[in-house]
């Protein structure tokens, strides 16, 4: 089965911080998507990206930017830490093809911000 | 752009009840719709999508969704929850342009036994 790692469960991190989230999945998918899940807002997509160096802003890019350089790896960073930015951070991955084929999310990264 | 609504933020149920969660999408054009779930604990995961063909889909664990164009919804349902349906729910539309899915706020479903 695909699997979708993202290295911390938890995260506490100040203001001002520079912070990385790394996620890796391990099915050669070229698709990669970071999101966020705030309460009573869902999941906002904050990039993605379809290929190796190659990235897309989504709705909420502010404040984040991402790396990709190899396929199995997508990672989010945040250049400077805001309080605002405390939020469930998901990365999915989905296969190559068609764009309705289902995304695999990891088990989420929830950061603080202090 | 493609959206969707969840007018359900939270919904409270007895097990053997029946679910209906509304989701309505805005786009005129040819869509492509899904239902995700997120259990407590868990990652999320999918329940069913719609992108043609027959506008009743069913899906994992007992779920459906019916697809009705001239009232945009796509609507989940399960005629008898169980205690184990409890988590969140997320409708999602995906945006053609990015290939990317755009998801409603969610509704949290509460089984109680």
């Known amino acids: 089965d695909v699997k979708v790692t993202q290295s911390s469960r938890y995260l506490v991190k100040r203001t001002g911080e520079k912070v990385f989230l790394e996620c890796v999945q391990d099915m050669d998918h070229e698709n990669m998507f970071w999101y966020r899940q705030d309460p009573g807002l869902g999941l906002r997509l904050i990039y993605f990206s379809y290929d190796v160096k190659m990235k897309e802003k989504g709705d909420i890019p502010e404040g984040y930017s991402v790396s990709r350089e190899k396929k199995e790896r997508f990672s989010l960073i945040l250049e400077s830490a805001s309080t605002n930015q405390t939020s469930m951070y998901l990365c999915?991955?989905?296969?190559?093809?068609?764009?309705?084929?289902?995304?695999?999310f990891g088990s989420g990264t929830q950061l603080s911000v202090l | 752009a493609q959206s969707v609504s969840q007018h359900n933020h939270h919904v409270i149920l007895s097990e053997a009840a029946s679910l209906e969660l509304g989701c309505n999408y805005s786009?005129?054009?040819?869509?492509?719709l899904f239902w995700y779930v997120q259990y407590p604990g868990q990652h999320l995961q999918l329940l069913l999508k719609y992108f043609s063909g027959d506008p009743l889909v069913k899906g994992i664990k007992g779920f459906e969704a019916e697809f009705i164009k001239s009232k945009f919804s796509f609507n989940l349902r399960k005629p008898s929850v169980q205690w184990s349906d409890t988590a969140e729910y997320f409708c999602?539309?995906?945006?053609?342009?990015?290939?990317?899915?755009?998801f409603g706020s969610g509704t949290r479903l509460q089984v109680q036994p």
């Open positions: 999602a539309i995906l945006n053609t342009g990015r290939r990317a899915l755009t």
């Open positions: 999915a991955s989905r296969p190559p093809g068609r764009p309705n084929e289902k995304l695999f």
């Open positions: 786009y005129g054009g040819t869509v492509n």
